[in-house]
């Protein structure tokens, strides 16, 4: 690229981390709703729902994480947002911030690969990125694996810098961030510098390595100490966040208790993964990249990630955010490689650098496309209510079998309070934290009936006839123990807003997966209409917010 074609690209980057991706990204997971938003949520405005994760009695979620959001969300509601504003503004607010943090520090390893490689591979890096359907939506997510995601794109640069100079200097920063990302965001990503620590350990005098783990010792006990001093006086307790999720998902799993009681997967979950959210141009070209010798401590980071999580039954997306950065830095090295491959042959190259380009947008944007528009109908939907007065106490928006479609109580005015009623779920709904208290005194009080067995609790539901508001999909109920049924709802309810959400079950895996122009399937010939329509088809379902009413009015 010149460099007034890099600038631009740079530029497009830059709004798609800091206006598109915030405005547009769908919730991937409840876990992020309910473990993340929530809590900041509490910090925030002083209420939102508890998970088992959060109660004093487990402590394996950290308040550190969500503390550096709170005080900025903090300011920008006293400064910048008026008491009619709606609240997810301050939504959209966090992530922005998380994407101009992702763009900050893509900025930066893109400058190292300048440096310390070439054109070629820096700006394929680049496009990689741009056109990158995983990070499109986890690095605006606020989970853990996320940040660590982000965070480990310093480790890259710094590896960089350490391969190419062998110098104390840029390790110990290489590590400062893998323990940045492992006890601020996640503490198995901590396994991802072993590969370098070996690499150091074998390339340096005794007397190197001695004083260099002195010094990343400090590092890490000063980023420890400071995360368990946070959260013991969050807690109330002395609390060691990281030890606690390490013993609960490895140490004291079993079948009663642990991940694998949320549901497991076989073992090419993950590969079927990376294909929906890298494009495969991008993984074939990482194959080639990994033969790049000089780099194997990087590259042994993702098979040693890959191979410990196939081998775990409990398998979720968000699982593999860390390594997407690894990923798409061994691909444009993949295709620097072939590109010198093909010097002598122009045609070849030219060639390659078009399919490349084009089968990765196409892929990319296709998915990106699909993703928005199948799974962000609740943003949409819960955007709709509108702030009133709570006389006696709050007003319950209500929810059932979509209860994993709650976006977060960013969505709920000040005087709304979510409410869960009966449906066909049958595990453990989130509490609430409580409410007209100190900060301190909601997150260190114990929460009743929670259990880290997914054990039931009818506590955690609300009666209908509390509810003024219900959100389901228009779609008939198929449990006994629902609670109301959309298709057939009384004159009392009046639905105020609906959003296409996709419909799974009867939906072809490419109609989900991949977003065509329905005006291209028209243009083709029925008869290829036909075929294609068995493997692609996009059947939407309403998700809607209903409203009480009373007297043929609204309340």
């Known amino acids: 690229?010149?460099?007034?074609?890099?600038?631009?690209?740079?530029?497009?980057?830059?709004?798609?981390?800091?206006?598109?991706?915030?405005?547009?990204?769908?919730?991937?997971?409840?876990?992020?709703?309910?473990?993340?938003?929530?809590?900041?949520?509490?910090?925030?405005?002083?209420?939102?729902?508890?998970?088992?994760?959060?109660?004093?009695?487990?402590?394996?979620?950290?308040w550190t994480f969500l503390l550096p959001f709170h005080a900025i969300l903090s300011a920008v509601k006293?400064?910048?947002?008026?008491?009619?504003?709606?609240?997810?503004?301050?939504?959209?607010?966090?992530?922005?911030?998380?994407?101009?943090?992702?763009?900050?520090?893509?900025?930066?390893?893109?400058?190292?690969?300048?440096?310390s490689t070439s054109d070629t591979v820096a700006n394929a890096w680049l496009v990689f990125?741009?056109?990158?359907?995983?990070?499109?939506?986890?690095?605006?997510?606020?989970?853990?694996?996320?940040i660590a995601m982000i965070f480990l794109l310093g480790y890259l640069r710094d590896s960089l810098r350490y391969l190419s100079k062998h110098n104390e200097k840029p390790f110990v920063s290489l590590l400062f961030y893998n323990f940045a990302a492992g006890m601020l965001g996640w503490p198995f990503v901590l396994v991802l510098s072993v590969p370098m620590v070996i690499h150091y350990v074998f390339n340096h005098r005794l007397?190197?390595?001695?004083?260099?783990?002195?010094?990343?010792s400090l590092v890490l006990s000063l980023i420890t100490g400071i995360v368990v001093l946070i959260d013991s006086i969050m807690y109330g307790r002395l609390t060691l966040v990281p030890w606690n999720i390490v013993r609960y998902n490895v140490i004291n799993a079993d079948e009663a208790a642990g991940p694998n009681i949320f549901g497991t997967e076989p073992w090419y979950y993950y590969l079927f993964n990376l294909l929906l959210n890298l494009p495969i141009p991008?993984?074939?070209?990482?194959?080639?990249?990994?033969?790049?010798?000089?780099?194997?401590?990087?590259?042994?980071?993702?098979?040693?990630?890959?191979?410990?999580?196939?081998?775990?039954?409990?398998?979720?997306?968000?699982?593999?955010?860390?390594?997407?950065?690894?990923?798409t830095l061994a691909a444009s090295f993949g295709y620097a490689k072939i590109l010198r491959m093909l010097k002598?042959?122009?045609?070849?190259?030219?060639?390659?650098?078009?399919?490349?380009?084009?089968?990765?947008?196409?892929?990319?944007?296709?998915?990106?496309?699909?993703?928005?528009?199948?799974?962000?109908?609740?943003?949409?939907?819960?955007?709709?209510?509108?702030?009133?007065?709570?006389y006696d106490e709050p007003i319950q928006v209500c929810i059932g079998r979509e209860w994993y479609h709650f976006p977060n109580s960013f969505f709920l005015p000040d005087s709304h309070r979510l409410?869960?009623?009966?449906?066909?779920?049958?595990?453990?709904?989130?509490?609430?934290?409580?409410?007209?208290?100190?900060?301190?005194?909601?997150?260190?009080?114990?929460p009743p009936n929670m259990n880290k067995f997914n054990l039931f609790d009818a506590g955690k539901l609300v009666p209908v006839k509390k509810c003024q508001y219900y959100v389901d999909i228009i779609m008939e109920s198929d449990n006994s123990r629902d609670a109301l049924d959309p298709t057939k709802m009384s004159a009392?309810?009046?639905?105020?807003?609906?959003?296409?959400?996709?419909?799974?079950?009867?939906?072809?895996?490419?109609?989900?997966?991949?977003?065509?122009?329905?005006?291209?399937?028209?243009?083709?010939p029925k008869s290829v209409q036909s075929l294609v329509q068995k493997f692609y088809k996009a059947n939407f379902v309403n998700f809607c917010l209903f409203e009480r009413m009373i007297k043929g009015e609204l309340v």
């Open 492 to 524: 009392d309810w009046a639905a105020v807003s609906c959003s296409p959400i996709i419909d799974v079950a009867n939906s072809k895996f490419f109609g989900r997966a991949f977003a065509l122009p329905p005006s291209l399937i028209e243009a083709l």
């Open 419 to 446: 409410g869960f009623v009966s449906s066909g779920f049958n595990g453990l709904l989130p509490g609430d934290f409580l409410e007209h208290s100190s900060i301190f005194d909601s997150i260190r009080t114990t």
């Open 129 to 146: 990125q741009i056109f990158n359907p995983g990070w499109f939506h986890a690095s605006v997510e606020l989970l853990p694996s996320s």
């Open 78 to 115: 006293r400064f910048l947002i008026y008491e009619d504003s709606p609240r997810y503004v301050l939504f959209y607010f966090a992530r922005a911030v998380l994407g101009l943090t992702s763009f900050i520090f893509e900025k930066r390893l893109y400058d190292e690969l300048l440096k």
């Open 344 to 390: 002598h042959r122009r045609t070849s190259r030219q060639l390659l650098k078009l399919l490349t380009l084009a089968v990765v947008a196409i892929q990319a944007t296709t998915r990106i496309i699909a993703l928005i528009n199948n799974y962000t109908a609740p943003l949409t939907v819960f955007s709709a209510l509108q702030p009133a007065i709570a």
């Open 1 to 62: 690229m010149r460099s007034n074609v890099t600038v631009a690209v740079l530029v497009v980057l830059l709004v798609c981390r800091l206006f598109v991706q915030p405005a547009f990204s769908l919730i991937s997971d409840c876990d992020e709703s309910y473990n993340y938003w929530e809590p900041l949520n509490l910090l925030v405005r002083g209420f939102g729902k508890q998970t088992w994760e959060y109660s004093p009695e487990y402590s394996i979620r950290s």
């Open 207 to 216: 007397i190197d390595t001695l004083r260099t783990g002195f010094s990343s």
């Open 282 to 327: 991008v993984l074939i070209l990482s194959v080639f990249g990994l033969s790049h010798k000089r780099l194997w401590p990087i590259w042994g980071s993702i098979m040693i990630w890959l191979t410990t999580f196939i081998l775990q039954p409990h398998k979720e997306e968000r699982f593999l955010y860390p390594i997407y950065g690894f990923i």
